[in-house]
């Protein structure tokens, strides 16, 4: 075939079709593979008037329709796919051909491939993809992460396909090696801990406030049009409206509280246990949605425990305000948790990810866009190396105004017997971050007590340890 397409893609079932036929929009030829011919039918049938696309079902002849650097990416499954379509493609490969995995790999597993195929002077890309199904077809947020030099023939294409936020594309180079999918997992993380707080506010105002879907879907949606504006704000107030046609029901009435997950949330919790940096909001939605799986035995215990939910009283305007504050407050700290995480494995990892440049392409496309984002971007354009956004002036002063409000609903979740993990992890990480001394020093006197780890002292430098003995008088 003759080499005359610019862009290829490797599986093209609804979320690879979506960003081909994107790219094309914009200009570009494209041709894309996938073992089920009738995918290729379908993407060609999908393609607007006077675009150049074409889809096919051998991968040599994807490949060789390239034009040389050639450009194209893979969206199959995480894992052995990935390897088993690099080793298909390998054999048509030429020197300075890039590759890009789409998917939601393990950065460690982007990693080695980035290295094998280095060595065989291959370019391999490692690139988060946010916004789901309609945003790879109108505009995703995209975190590429790989050879610089090379990402110079991809920047021209992703720009112009990315989501838009005041004109600026949704897509900036994140690092190298395997930052493009480090960036994202720890961007899932920070989905995980927003969906969960937003999923408890709900139950406050369910179950212990009283409030009916109608009612959620307006208090939402009243919420989405100030402060909170967000992605997961407005899904969920669209959520709270939607009926089931099976039953006429509520949907979110009759779906399972078993929450499923890809890996992505564990894998950030794993790998802030190693940098170490501390992400207890993110590790605590992880853990909620693992507990959710134990339907059977949380049936068996609520029998035993017969946990009553305790009725709030409150006046409506007042709860409303407060809630807002708290969700503001806890986004915020999702945020936090995040970012910081990202700043320390940049310097560990080697990543050279630059945190202003992600703050901009999570603003659009991605599913957790918000407006607060620019505030934070605000931020980092005035201090690019701030290590946490706490420590930022205006951001300061807004969390302190919300600071009471979530402690006040803490209480009445606590009152109600509403589980409120997330909310509450929040909340303490922000007084452990603004707590001058903590009581590990106590932890640091039992581990020396138990297993002589020693310990340091405040009013002189060294390493000391004590001879500890329990006194058996007492």
């Not at 390998?90 to 995995?101: A, C, N, R, T, V």
């Amino acid at each position: 075939m003759e080499a005359q397409y610019d862009f290829g893609m490797i599986g093209i079932g609804v979320m690879g079709s979506n960003l081909l036929l994107n790219i094309s929009d914009h200009g570009y030829a494209v041709i894309g593979f996938d073992i089920k011919p009738e995918r290729g039918r379908a993407l060609e049938a999908a393609a607007k008037p006077g675009t150049t696309v074409k889809g096919v079902s051998d991968l040599k002849e994807m490949i060789s329709g390239l034009k040389k650097p050639r450009k194209m990416m893979m969206l199959v499954p995480a894992g052995k796919p990935v390897d088993d379509v690099i080793a298909n493609a390998l054999p048509y490969l030429e020197e300075g051909d890039i590759l890009i995995d789409g998917g939601n790999s393990y950065f460690k597993d982007t990693l080695r491939r980035v290295n094998e195929l280095q060595n065989k002077s291959i370019h391999f890309f490692g690139m988060g993809i946010s916004g789901g199904e309609l945003g790879a077809r109108l505009g995703p947020s995209m975190m590429p992460g790989g050879d610089k030099d090379a990402y110079q023939y991809l920047k021209p294409i992703l720009e112009a396909i990315a989501a838009k936020f005041d004109n600026t594309p949704c897509v900036a180079y994140m690092g190298n090696g395997a930052a493009g999918h480090y960036v994202k997992m720890v961007h899932n993380g920070i989905e995980y801990a927003m969906m969960q707080m937003i999923s408890e506010v709900y139950d406050l105002l369910h179950r212990a406030a009283g409030y009916n879907n109608p009612a959620l879907h307006k208090i939402f949606a009243k919420w989405n049009e100030g402060e909170l504006q967000s992605y997961l704000i407005e899904i969920t107030a669209e959520i709270f409206k939607t009926k089931d046609s099976e039953t006429d029901k509520f949907l979110v009435d009759v779906i399972l509280d078993q929450a499923g997950s890809k890996g992505t949330g564990k894998w950030t919790s794993q790998e802030a246990m190693d940098l170490p940096v501390a992400i207890p909001t993110i590790d605590m939605a992880v853990a909620m949605r693992d507990l959710s799986v134990y339907k059977k035995e949380r049936t068996e215990a609520g029998k035993l425990y017969a946990p009553d939910i305790e009725k709030v009283e409150y006046k409506e305007e007042e709860l409303l305000l407060q809630l807002q504050d708290t969700l503001y407050f806890c986004f915020a700290m999702a945020y936090v948790q995040g970012l910081t995480m990202l700043s320390k494995a940049s310097e560990v990892l080697n990543l050279q990810t630059h945190l202003p440049d992600v703050v901009k392409v999570w603003r659009a496309g991605c599913i957790i866009r918000s407006a607060m984002l620019q505030q934070f971007n605000t931020a980092f354009e005035a201090a690019p190396d701030l290590s946490n956004l706490l420590l930022d002036d205006t951001i300061a002063a807004i969390i302190k105004q919300k600071e009471k409000s979530i402690r006040k609903i803490i209480s009445l979740g606590i009152a109600s017997k509403i589980p409120m993990a997330g909310i509450s992890s929040a909340l303490a990480y922000f007084d452990a971050y603004c707590s001058e001394r903590m009581p590990t020093n106590l932890i640091q006197a039992q581990r020396d007590f138990f297993g002589a780890h020693t310990y340091q002292r405040i009013d002189k430098t060294g390493v000391f340890h004590t001879e500890w003995h329990v006194d058996e008088n007492i």
